[in-house]
């Protein structure tokens, strides 16, 4: 029977990512996946998808900047109280472009594989 639980901050668990950028897994509940991601200054996650999934980030700290779009053209940034929707199928990278960390939290929704590594942003 599910039930209503507690994730400790000390109970993350770190999941694969890119160098500079730490991920901690809090929640694997069906189609739902959450946890934090911390960018190191002059850290970005290379360019990626996450299939089916549609993703929140929410800013605690620092600034994230998103590119997309065709040639990766597009950014936004985000900075602390800020969301930020990546629809699902976007090619995208994250970047921290400033010289203190970001930390962001991340909930993503779907099927299918959670995260593709793409060549470069869309042509």
């Known amino acids: 029977m599910d039930t209503v639980r507690r994730i400790a901050s000390d109970s993350l668990e770190r999941v694969e990512t890119w160098p ?12 739902m ?41 597009e950014s936004l940034a985000a900075g602390p109280g800020d969301f930020i929707h990546v629809p699902a199928g976007v090619i995208h990278r994250e970047l921290n472009t400033i010289d203190t960390p970001a930390t962001t939290v991340m909930t993503r929704a779907g099927e299918g594989p959670t995260m593709v590594q793409v060549e470069g942003p869309e042509r």
């Open 20 to 31: 500079g950028i730490a991920r901690q897994e809090a929640i694997v509940a069906g189609p």
């Open 33 to 73: 996946w959450s946890g934090l991601a911390h960018l190191d200054p002059g850290s970005d996650t290379g360019w990626h998808h996450h299939g089916g999934y549609e993703t929140s980030l929410y800013v605690v700290s620092g600034e994230v900047r998103l590119e997309f779009g065709k040639d990766g053209a």
